[in-house]
Structure formats: C-alpha cells, structure tokens
C-alpha cells in the first residue's frame, strides 16, 4: 500500500490517496516535438469524488512512458 495524502479542490480538503489503486487507465494522445503518440496512462482520481487530482509520481511515470514510446516510434533519442 502506497499511501499518501494530496488535496482535491472538489472537495475541498485533503483525502488519502492511495498509488495502488486511486486512479483510471485512459489512453492519451501526446505531442511532443511535432510527433504524436497514444499512451495508456493511470490518471490519479479522488478516491472520494472522483475528480482528476495530481499525484507527482503517477504524473512521472507517465512521463518517462511517453519518452520511451517516442524514441520508439520516432526511432530517435527524446534529449
Ligand atoms: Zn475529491
């Protein structure tokens, strides 16, 4: 269990988010440097409400995905 705490604007407090599991699977259309690419991102959600929140990690992982993905297709290096 990987818990943390982090604000939801909606509702209006601090709730307990929880890595493992506090998050959807959505597949995301990226464009980074002219090109397109289709990640399958976990975008963190408020384990209460439900809205879409930040989460540093998730947002990392997600990040360091898209750069392998790019190099992949574009068959060049990301930096
Ligand atoms: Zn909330």
Redesign the pocket.
């Known amino acids: 269990m990987e818990q943390v705490f982090h604000w ?1 604007n ?2 209006d407090q601090e ?1 307990k988010f929880n890595r493992n599991k506090d998050f959807e699977i959505r597949n995301e259309a990226l464009e980074f440097k002219g090109e397109i690419i289709f990640v399958e991102v976990k975008k963190p959600i ?1 384990p ?2 439900k ?1 879409e929140i930040f989460d540093e990690k998730l947002a990392n992982e997600t990040m360091k995905k898209a750069v392998k993905l790019w190099e992949k297709q574009t068959g060049r290096k990301f930096k």
């Open positions: 939801c909606k509702c709730i408020c209460k409400c809205e």
